[in-house]
């Protein structure tokens, strides 16, 4: 049979790309993926949920005079924020004398919707490369408010305050497993037709790992590549025992897409993961 020949211009053609994020932020990846050929089958992981109690923010927003600096983490955060300054009929001007920080371009893009522009935008978009950032800027002065996910890591909190400054960590919102919508995804990895699974980040990564046994996902890892969005969400799909195959050099949406297109357009079809690392 004659080999397939790819247009280049639609490296994922004839691919099938799970993606993972929760159904509201999934729209984006997918259509920058199906712009290049893929099929994709989204599968939410999480789902994204009001915190446990609004009162810790409320308090935080209560007493936003107070801050110097406010964190953003994610868009998640900002669209929260803004859930609840529109429920208590705040504006987000209320922000306005506070300096602005932001994990990644894409949360200073929501930001930047609700009149906000973002001070500190680091080179490297995690907390690592957030906190590095602000290193020459928070001061033992400072009062931050970190509004962000109900449990994530305390990398950037802990070093905040180390720098001497005074961190109010609100939670809101929280993320929790999705649990509809398994089957079709159980059933699509059984058959063998899924090329690739994206991951961008850690709770994706961790709850869709969690849908399948450790049987299950030896069984189905050696012909599908994993794409994580940077090095963090790889290491929580290293604890699953799923290798990161594709991760782009900057850790963002399209940055993904396009690293899944680069890998695929060098592996033959057919191939399953024998020119596995693209990272």
């Known amino acids: 049979m004659a080999d397939v020949q790819m ?60 801050f110097t600096w406010v964190v953003f983490t994610s868009v998640n955060g900002v669209a929260m924020l803004d859930r609840r300054l529109t429920a208590r009929g705040l504006a987000w001007s209320a922000l306005g004398n506070r300096r602005i920080a932001a994990i990644g371009p894409a949360t200073a893009d929501a930001l930047a919707e609700h009149g906000l522009r973002a001070d500190v935008v680091p080179g490297e978009y995690r907390a690592e490369g957030l906190l590095e950032r602000l290193r020459s800027l928070i001061t033992p002065a400072d009062r931050v408010l970190l509004p962000r996910a109900a449990q994530t890591r305390d990398v950037l909190l802990t070093g905040l305050r180390r720098l001497g400054a005074e961190v109010t960590e609100v939670p809101a919102y929280a993320t929790r497993r999705a649990e509809t919508g398994t089957a079709r995804l159980r059933e699509a990895l059984a058959a063998g037709t899924i090329d690739a699974v994206t991951f961008t980040s850690s709770s994706t990564a961790r709850n869709f790992a969690e849908l399948f046994t450790e049987d299950e996902r030896r069984g189905w890892l050696r012909r599908v590549t994993v794409a994580c969005i940077g090095p963090i969400t790889a290491a929580t799909a290293a604890e699953y025992g799923l290798t990161t195959d594709v991760m782009p050099g900057e850790y963002t949406i399209p940055a993904l897409a396009r690293a ?19 990272v």
């Open 7 to 66: 247009n280049p211009l639609r490296p994922l053609d004839g691919r099938t790309i799970v993606v993972t994020r929760a159904a509201a932020q999934a729209q984006r990846l997918t259509q920058l993926l199906e712009a290049v050929g893929a099929r994709v089958l989204e599968a939410p992981a999480i789902v994204i949920t009001p915190p446990p109690s609004w009162k810790p923010l409320d308090a935080a927003l209560d007493a936003l005079g107070t």
């Open 260 to 278: 899944l297109a680069d890998h695929f357009a060098r592996v033959p079809r057919g191939s399953g993961r024998q020119a596995r690392r693209s």
